[in-house]
Each structure stands twice: as structure tokens, then as C-alpha cells.
């Protein structure tokens, strides 16, 4: 294994060790403090609200803006450790990332089969894949829409990203490629960029299905 | 409906404190335990409908909590930072009968114990 290909991983672990340390101070403090905030802003409303019903409706208003406060630490944590296991949780966490980009740009996702095996590394790592790929498409000003697409061909996960960025543009941040190729190496996949980087595919390979191994014992 | 009996068990100083006030203002009657220790003595000594419960605790997990005790309450939630599918398996498989994500809503709070009062007011 060549230094660089070593660094490529060890680079890796460095990202993920950061996030799921940041997931950690954000959960142990600021959404310890925002569900109690919560509390305590609902149980005020209550209370004021039976002797000045104008000032309870002022709590409520606080109430409902720490309740979004919430909404977005909650997103956040999710982004920084994501909860997924297989292929049902990754297809909710990927449409989710995508759905909350769909302010930003006009996103599509479009998945073809059910992904039932999946191991919960394979989906980390093509998670963190399409949430470099959307950030890209974000940073680029000439992209206005980006796709995401699954499939799966010859016990592969194909995934392909793509967006509308002019070719004068120039190229998808090279970071952020060489964090994607780290990824799909550490999952024994492969990623390519394709048309001037307006698209990125990845396959990556699929669990053997346990059903269709007993089975084919069988025969 | 009947006031219910509750008891939370949750460490972090500030929740807990309005967690009991927000539910005694609710009309609840509610207890307080901050470790599994003091949850255990708790179920013991006081009558309880509801348990409510976070599952990192000091000493122990809110799972450990609810499946070696002694004396059920008839309704158990589980509150949890721990979002993954096989967290809230696993707090229904100890006899939760829900996974609250922290930090929760109080909305979900109270929808689920609509839910408690009615079926335990419908308990023989």
C-alpha cells in the first residue's frame, strides 16, 4: 500500500473521529439544553397563559422557535452521525439530506429496488459520498438541479450523482473528490467522474443476501 | 381522565426539573430518580402508571432498568439520544412501548400519555 493510499484513510478516520466527537458535544450540551428549554418554555405558557393570556402567547411564540431550534440540532446530529445500519435506514437518511437541500437547489432522487443488503459501513460511506457531491453542487453557482439515482446491477449498488453545471465552471472540488474516492476505497467500491464532473458514480458491492445463500445451499 | 402516577428517571439536572414541573402542571402526580439505583427504589416504594426513562444513565441503562425490575409499571417510555433502528428495538423488546428521540417535543410527550391514560384507564 503506497503512503498516499494510507493517507487517503487515515484521513478518513480523522473526518469521521471529528464528527461523531462533534455529534457527541452537540448532543451531551445543546440538545441537552434545548429539550429542557423546551420544557420549561411549555410549562410557562401554561402557567402565564391562565393570568395573561398576551404574554403566554408570547411564550408559545419562544416555544415554537426553540421547537424549530430543535428540528435543525436534531437534522444536524443526523448529518454528523448518521443513523444508519442497512439499506432501509440509508435510503430514509439519504432522502432526508436530500429533501432538506430541495430549498437550495431543485434535487430528484430516484430509487429503483429496494436495498435490503447493505452492511453499515457500505452505507456510511455512500452517505458521506452524496453529501460531498450535494455540497459541491451547492458551492458551484452555474448548478440549479442535481439527481441522485440507485440501482443495482450484478450484485452492485450503483449510485450516480449528477447536476447541470456548465462545463466552464471547472472542475468539482478536488478535496472533496479525493474524500469520495477514500470513501469508496474503504468499501471496496469505485467511484468515477464523468462529463467534465456533472457526474459521479459509484458502485459499491452488496452483502451477499442471507435468504438467497441458505437457499442456494439447499439446491 | 385519572391523574397518573409517574416516574422519571433522567440525570441531566434541568430536564428533569421541568420535566416534573411541566407534568405536574398537566395534573400528574410525578417522582424523580436520577440513577437506576434510585429508580429501583423508587418502583419498590411508590405505586407507579408510568415510567419514564432515559436509557444512558450513570450507573446503568434505562433497559437494564425496566427488565430486571421487580414490578412493572403498566406504561413505560423510553427517552433517548440513541436514534438508530436497532436503539429502538431494543428499548421495545425491554418493554418500552415507545423510543422518544431526545431532545424531544412536548407535543410527542403528551400524545403518548393520551395514550397511557387511556389504557390504563381501561385496565381492569
Known amino acids: ?15 469521521e473521529r471529528e464528527r ?86 431543485e434535487c430528484e432522487a430516484s430509487f429503483h429496488e429496494r436495498i435490503d443488503s447493505i452492511t453499515p459501513g457500505v452505507a456510511v460511506a455512500l452517505l458521506r459520498i452524496a453529501q460531498e457531491a450535494l455540497r459541491d ?19 452492485s449498488l450503483m449510485m450516480t450523482l449528477s447536476d447541470d ?55 | 381522565m385519572k391523574p397518573l402516577r409517574i416516574l422519571i428517571v433522567e440525570n441531566h439536572p434541568d430536564t428533569v426539573k421541568w420535566l416534573q414541573i411541566f407534568l405536574e402542571d398537566l395534573g400528574h402526580a410525578v417522582v424523580a430518580a436520577r440513577t437506576v439505583e434510585e429508580a429501583r427504589v423508587a418502583l ?17 441503562t434505562g433497559w437494564d432498568l425496566l427488565e430486571r425490575a421487580t414490578k412493572r409499571p403498566p406504561f413505560s417510555v423510553a427517552m433517548s439520544g440513541f436514534g438508530m433502528n436497532a436503539d ?8 418500552y412501548r415507545h423510543h422518544l428521540l431526545k431532545p424531544f417535543k412536548t407535543q410527542e410527550l403528551e400524545e403518548i400519555l393520551t395514550q397511557a391514560e387511556a389504557e390504563i384507564a381501561a385496565l381492569p
Not at chain 1, 500500500?1 to 473526518?15: P, S
Not at chain 1, 453542487?137 to 450484485?155: F, G, H, M
Not at chain 1, 457526474?199 to 439447499?218: G, Y
Request: hydrophobic share 40%; with cysteine; net charge positive.
Open chain 1, 1 to 15: 500500500m503506497t503512503a498516499k493510499k494510507k493517507g487517503g484513510g487515515a484521513l478518513l478516520e480523522a473526518l
Open chain 1, 20 to 105: 461523531l466527537f462533534l455529534a457527541e458535544e452537540l448532543h451531551e450540551g445543546l440538545c441537552q439544553s434545548l429539550g429542557a428549554l423546551s420544557i420549561h418554555l411549555k410549562a410557562l405558557e401554561r402557567r402565564v397563559k391562565k393570568m395573561a393570556p398576551a404574554i403566554g402567547n408570547d411564550f408559545a411564540e419562544l416555544h415554537r422557535t426553540v421547537e424549530e431550534a430543535i428540528d435543525q440540532t436534531r437534522f444536524l446530529h443526523r448529518t454528523l452521525k448518521p443513523p444508519v445500519s442497512d439499506g432501509p435506514s440509508f435510503l430514509k437518511a439519504l432522502t432526508e439530506w436530500v429533501e432538506s437541500k430541495r430549498g437550495v437547489l
Open chain 1, 137 to 155: 453542487s451547492i458551492l458551484n453557482p452555474t448548478v440549479t438541479a442535481t439527481r441522485v439515482t440507485l440501482a443495482v446491477k450484478n450484485r
Open chain 1, 165 to 219: 453545471r456548465k462545463p466552464s465552471s471547472g472542475p468539482r472540488n478536488a478535496a472533496a473528490l479525493q474524500v469520495t474516492a477514500a470513501h469508496a476505497k474503504s468499501i471496496a467500491g469505485k467511484v468515477q467522474a464523468l462529463e467534465k464532473d456533472a457526474t459521479i458514480e459509484v458502485r459499491a458491492p452488496l452483502a451477499a443476501s442471507p435468504r438467497r445463500s441458505a437457499r442456494s445451499k439447499n439446491f
Open chain 2, 44 to 60: 419498590r416504594e411508590h405505586e407507579t402508571d408510568v415510567l419514564i426513562s432515559d436509557i444512558g444513565l450513570p450507573d446503568g
Open chain 2, 88 to 95: 429502538s428495538a431494543r428499548s421495545l423488546s425491554a418493554g
